[in-house]
């Protein structure tokens, strides 16, 4: 044991009270020699450090995660070969071997996307950086923007646009509805020199399934390009970019395609890119403006060019939660989505429970709304089956907040054995808030 002299421990002091910052977290000792650090003491008689703070007094044995089941709205549980593909070894975002997985990704969001599309992309970030990165590029301040509001995603693109200079004309419709063609035709009408129209395919937050059929031809044919938010739609719900002629569709990767969060896809039409080439001001944001990122992506043929670094490992699991996605086939995941939708509705009327979305053609199939019975406190049973069953549904978000509960249906969890667990569980929860009283047969 050694002991710290009078004036160590003097000066010590001195420091402490300079820095402000004398917490029992943020010693200032020396911990080359401490093997108790983990406690976060400082051992008797070591020499001051140089460092300003000790390492936190925190375990550093290797992480350890509980395993989840997620069906709440997102993320959702990825399937365990996307999740093995995260762990393959780190490649350069500059080597070749990186190219051809970039490349490979990009002609599987093609399919996904069911278009022909140059500009296709995954974006470095969650689905609100491939929001805003849609909004930089082609909005322009000025440009008159009509938004699609029926819940927190539609709101919230009201923001952002405006954010990037745009004239925000909210659409509105009560939240659990949609909007119908004639909506969209008035709105337009209402509003000459619109420049886009933005809907939210799957709103997640009120459980509602935006029809695109017709839209961006009429968008079109008034002079207008019509965007898409896809995040919780793209592999789970019909998407068909180019015969429905979507011009600017973005999405994420932690949904219907059972990755995790972190690259999310984009791709832009050629009327899309026209306008953005036409623009008269420099996009905004560096890190998004597709002029910059687009030749890293290979984007149009051009030669590959750093702009920033890839995010190397969500790549390869994106691209593996794709590849599955093309083993399945597209059609073959729309229905699977609708399947367990189904099963799910059915056993939920069985429990006594109502849907939150009463035309049953708006109702999204990947992510369900639940009202949540008078006198039922809403927490508690996403709280019962958490701590029971490690299983996550959501309250509702925005408009929905306190009035239902989020169940998402979607990429590897929609499977029988996840509706069946979910439904058994709901059951249990229902009776520990005192809802069922009487046995009911899922
Ligand atoms: C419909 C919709 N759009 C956008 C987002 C934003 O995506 P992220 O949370 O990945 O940034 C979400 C997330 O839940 C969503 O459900």
Known sequence: MHSFSRTTFLNL??????VGKATASSKICSWENNKDSSKGDCADGMESSKLKYAPPSISTSPIEVPA???????????????????????????????FRIMDDTQAWLRYGFQTSNTATLAVSGTGHAAMEMAVANT?????????????????????????FGAKVIPMETKPGTVFSYEDVKAA??????????????????TGTLQPLAGLGKLCHEQGALLFVDTVCTLGGVPLNVDADELDIVYSGSQKCLGAPPGASPLTLSDKATAKLAARKTKVQSYYFDLNEVGPYWGV?????????????????????????????????????????????YEGLKQLGLELFVEDPAARLPTVTTIKVPKGVNWADVPAFLMKKYKLEIAGGLGPTA??????????????PRNIELLLVALKDALTHVGFLKDEKVV
């Open 300 to 344: 149009g043929g051009a030669a590959r060019k750093y702009h920033h670094t890839g995010m190397v490992s969500n790549v390869y699991q994106l691209r593996e939660a794709l590849a599955m996605l093309a083993e399945e086939g597209l059609e073959a995941a729309w229905a699977r989505h609708q399947q367990m939708a189904d099963r799910l």
């Open 188 to 205: 337009l009408e209402k509003n000459p020199g619109t420049k886009i129209v933005f809907v939210v395919h799957g709103e997640s937050s």
């Open 139 to 163: 909005v322009e301040p000025g440009d008159q923007v009509i938004v699609g509001v029926n819940g927190i995603w539609g709101e919230r693109m009201t923001d952002i646009a405006a954010r």
């Open 68 to 98: 989840k089941i997620l069906m709440g709205p997102g993320p959702s549980t990825p399937h365990p070969r996307v999740l093995q593909a995260g762990a393959a070894p780190l490649l350069g975002h500059m080597h070749p071997e990186f």
């Open 402 to 415: 306190g009035q239902v509960w989020r169940v998402g249906i979607m990429g590897f969890n929609a499977q």
């Open 13 to 18: 002091f001195v420091v402490c009270l300079a």
